[in-house]
């Protein structure tokens, strides 16, 4: 069986989807702290419980997404044999990160969704654009499609 070629995609900023992703983890947070404030005992005043639990647990849910949110990912790259994501230091320059697991989560056509496991077992989801891919969208899509599943070098058993 012959490798999908080498490529290299540049990955988007995603300032909305990490706009969605805030929002949804504060909403969450204050929808907690609604829920706190509804049990028996609280004041009847809306006021105080909105301000003594729903602000807080919304900031604190907001705070939390943009710790779990990746840092600055700039690329995506397959070498033929492992996927890698490029990141930008300004002190040591482009660094590549070895994903020992890839997989699409979501395909819509010029926009996927990806899952990804770092060597030390976080997750990471990826975006990727069809606009931002340029001419290596299609190199790209054929990658994924034929070594997303399978664990790259070095992936744990």
Same mark, same amino acid.
């Given at each position: 069986?012959?490798?999908?070629?080498?490529?290299?995609a540049? $990955?988007? /900023?995603?300032? =909305?989807e @990490?706009? &969605?992703?805030?929002? *949804?983890?504060? !909403?969450?947070?204050?929808?907690?702290?609604?829920?706190?404030?509804?049990?028996?005992?609280?004041?009847?005043?809306?006021?105080?419980?909105?301000?003594?639990?729903?602000?807080?647990?919304?900031? $604190?849910? /907001?705070?939390? =997404?943009? @710790?779990? &949110?990746?840092?600055? *990912?700039?690329? !995506?790259?397959?070498?033929?044999?492992?996927?890698?994501?490029?990141?930008?230091?300004?002190?040591?320059?482009?660094?590549?990160?070895?994903?020992?697991?890839?997989?699409?989560?979501?395909?819509?056509?010029?926009?996927?969704?990806?899952?990804?496991?770092?060597?030390?077992?976080?997750?990471?989801?990826?975006?990727?654009?069809?606009?931002?891919?340029?001419?290596?969208?299609?190199?790209?899509?054929?990658?994924?499609?034929?070594h997303?599943?399978?664990?790259?070098?070095?992936?744990?058993?």
């Amino acid at each position: 069986m012959r490798a999908a070629p080498a490529v290299s995609a540049d $990955l988007p /900023a995603c300032r =909305a989807e @990490r706009m &969605l992703i805030i929002a *949804l983890y504060a !909403l969450t947070g204050a929808a907690l702290g609604y829920w706190g404030a509804a049990l028996p005992g609280w004041p009847s005043d809306p006021w105080v419980w909105a301000l003594t639990l729903m602000l807080p647990a919304g900031w $604190l849910g /907001a705070w939390v =997404a943009r @710790r779990l &949110l990746p840092g600055k *990912l700039t690329g !995506l790259r397959w070498s033929g044999e492992a996927w890698a994501v490029i990141t930008t230091d300004t002190q040591a320059g482009d660094a590549f990160r070895i994903l020992p697991k890839l997989a699409v989560a979501l395909d819509l056509g010029p926009w996927l969704l990806l899952k990804a496991a770092e060597t030390n077992g976080a997750r990471l989801w990826l975006v990727l654009r069809q606009r931002q891919a340029g001419p290596a969208w299609h190199l790209l899509r054929v990658a994924l499609q034929a070594h997303a599943t399978r664990p790259g070098p070095g992936a744990p058993p």
